[in-house]
């Protein structure tokens, strides 16, 4: 299995800044994904970050808002860029190990003031 | 593309009794097929997964799922529920090299 970090747990933000979301997974997946939930919401897949090139991004979400990197195979960032309150959400990393099963870190809780 | 439904959306059960959570998929392609659950304020832990093999998958605390390929269901089933099965619990549907796709989510709520 797959043991997923995130940082920072929890932040609370002003509206119109950004926030960067750390993901580190103790062994090298090929691949890694990011999610959103909601309050009281189920998962909303953002995007797959692809090591060495752009993430595919699902409809509804755009590279200028959600920025994400994947500079390697254990680690990855996802941008909140230009927050306004209704991006206030638990962001989640999940990373895909072998025999097809998906793993998930923690979460961070971001509030958007 | 493939979809999760999940029919109930919450389900009330008393202690000791059995519980069925509802999950259909649909895809034009083969899937596997997964139960996560989320207790209040904590993350997601995967409860199965079916990839192949025997359809009656068993799972972590007590739970045991049943993949149905002509009815294309993956319904969660417990004989006897605890208060602490409480939670909120999303099935999952995902292709060969995609991503996960979840449910919206059944509240199951055991009281005693």
């Known amino acids: 299995s797959a043991v997923i970090s995130q940082k920072p747990s929890r932040d609370i933000c002003q509206r119109g800044t950004s926030l960067t979301i750390q993901c580190q997974v103790d062994s090298q997946v090929t691949m890694m994904f990011w999610y959103r939930q909601q309050p009281g919401q189920s998962l909303t897949l953002i995007a797959t970050a692809n090591q060495g090139s752009e993430a595919t991004y699902e409809s509804g979400f755009v590279i200028d808002k959600f920025p994400i990197s994947r500079p390697n195979l254990t680690f990855s960032t996802l941008t909140v860029s230009n927050m306004s309150p209704e991006d206030s959400s638990i962001y989640l990393c999940s990373a895909r190990g072998a025999y097809n099963e998906q793993f998930f870190g923690p979460g961070t809780r971001l509030t958007v003031l | 593309a493939q979809s999760v439904t999940q029919l109930d959306s919450q389900v009330p059960v008393f202690e000791e009794a059995p519980v069925e959570l509802r999950c259909n998929y649909s895809s034009s392609v083969s899937v596997y097929l997964f139960w996560y659950v989320q207790y209040p304020n904590q993350g997601l832990q995967l409860l199965l997964k079916?990839?192949?093999?025997?359809?009656l998958v068993k799972g972590i605390n007590g739970f045991e799922a049943e993949f149905n390929k002509s009815q294309t269901s993956f319904h969660l089933r417990k004989p006897s529920v605890h208060i602490s099965d409480t939670a909120e619990y999303f099935c999952a549907v995902m292709q060969a090299g995609t991503a996960l796709i979840f449910g919206k989510g059944t509240t199951l709520s055991v009281s005693s």
């Open positions: 079916y990839l192949s093999g025997s359809t």
